[in-house]
């Protein structure tokens, strides 16, 4: 809201500085002094119409059903006001432009209406003549801008369809990076389920031969004890009678 009403102040000021302007054109009689009223108008004019854009866009914004149809109202008005201030302005240009037409018609003869109406007459032609030429000029010279400008425009566009290309393959790239980055990202939770498979497996492998190990060492010390126990025991004497029969 500060905005909008900083927008709306603005151009309520620039209006009225404009209007001061045009009545000071009107109301003088000096040439220059009209001529530089007008710029300043002009210039105001512009500024003005520029505010009237952000206002607009700044309406654009507010959500209020009624807030919003006010300043649509105010906007309507200040566009009411532009329109005349400009209509004004141009009326004054044109004023002034035949009454330097006349004068300079006049002073390039040396006669007045008065005096020689038909040479006046001529020299008013030839002054319209010479402003018809300068007009024209003017116009080719615009043409010429407009031409520079389109020209200008279809370059611009051209660079921003290459832009937009540009964009769209580096999108591209970044899909393609992000798809092989979760493919990566796939095979590498993969192959660590895998080693920890592997790991489980080695394990298992490694406590069988500790068991293999075990057993056979326990085995062999085990027969070893016995050998030992048979050798240390006494001799059994019913074994040495049997013998001592046989002799």
Same mark, same amino acid.
């Given at each position: 809201?500060?905005?909008?009403?900083?927008?709306?102040?603005?151009?309520?000021?620039?209006?009225?500085?404009? #209007?001061?302007?045009?009545?000071?054109?009107?109301?003088?009689?000096?040439?220059?002094?009209?001529?530089? =009223?007008?710029?300043?108008?002009?210039?105001?004019?512009?500024?003005?119409?520029?505010?009237?854009?952000?206002?607009?866009?700044?309406? #654009?914004?507010?959500?209020?059903?009624?807030?919003?149809?006010?300043?649509?109202?105010?906007?309507?008005?200040?566009?009411?006001? &532009?329109?005349?201030?400009?209509?004004? &302005?141009?009326?004054?240009?044109?004023?002034?432009?035949?009454?330097?037409?006349?004068?300079?018609?006049?002073?390039?003869?040396?006669?007045?209406?008065?005096?020689?109406?038909?040479?006046?007459?001529?020299?008013?032609?030839?002054?319209?003549?010479?402003?018809?030429?300068?007009?024209?000029?003017?116009?080719?010279?615009?043409?010429?801008?407009?031409?520079?400008?389109?020209?200008?425009? =279809?370059?611009?566009?051209?660079?921003?369809?290459?832009?937009?290309?540009?964009?769209?393959?580096?999108?591209?790239?970044?899909?393609?990076?992000?798809?092989?980055?979760? #493919?990566?990202?796939?095979? &590498?939770?993969?192959?660590?389920?895998?080693?920890?498979?592997?790991?489980?497996?080695?394990?298992?492998?490694?406590?069988? &031969?500790?068991?293999?190990?075990?057993?056979?060492?326990?085995?062999?010390?085990?027969?070893?004890?016995?050998?030992?126990?048979?050798?240390?025991?006494?001799? =059994?004497?019913?074994?040495? #009678?049997?013998?001592?029969?046989?002799?």
């Amino acid at each position: 809201m500060a905005d909008i009403q900083y927008w709306k102040d603005a151009i309520v000021g620039e209006i009225e500085t404009v #209007r001061n302007l045009v009545q000071v054109a009107q109301n003088t009689s000096d040439d220059l002094e009209r001529s530089a =009223s007008l710029e300043k108008a002009e210039k105001g004019l512009r500024s003005t119409k520029s505010n009237t854009r952000s206002f607009k866009m700044e309406i #654009r914004l507010v959500f209020d059903h009624n807030e919003r149809s006010k300043y649509e109202r105010e906007l309507t008005n200040f566009e009411q006001s &532009i329109s005349q201030l400009t209509a004004e &302005i141009k009326n004054l240009r044109s004023g002034g432009a035949r009454s330097q037409l006349f004068m300079g018609a006049n002073a390039g003869e040396g006669t007045s209406l008065n005096e020689d109406p038909v040479a006046a007459g001529d020299a008013v032609l030839d002054g319209a003549s010479r402003l018809q030429d300068k007009t024209g000029q003017s116009l080719g010279n615009t043409k010429q801008m407009i031409a520079d400008s389109k020209m200008v425009a =279809s370059s611009t566009v051209e660079a921003l369809k290459q832009q937009r290309e540009q964009i769209t393959n580096i999108e591209g790239d970044v899909l393609r990076v992000k798809d092989n980055l979760n #493919r990566a990202d796939k095979l &590498i939770k993969n192959f660590g389920k895998r080693m920890a498979t592997d790991k489980l497996i080695q394990c298992f492998a490694c406590v069988n &031969i500790m068991l293999v190990v075990g057993v056979v060492l326990y085995l062999v010390i085990k027969g070893g004890k016995d050998d030992d126990e048979n050798r240390n025991a006494p001799e =059994s004497p019913v074994e040495s #009678r049997q013998l001592r029969g046989l002799y």
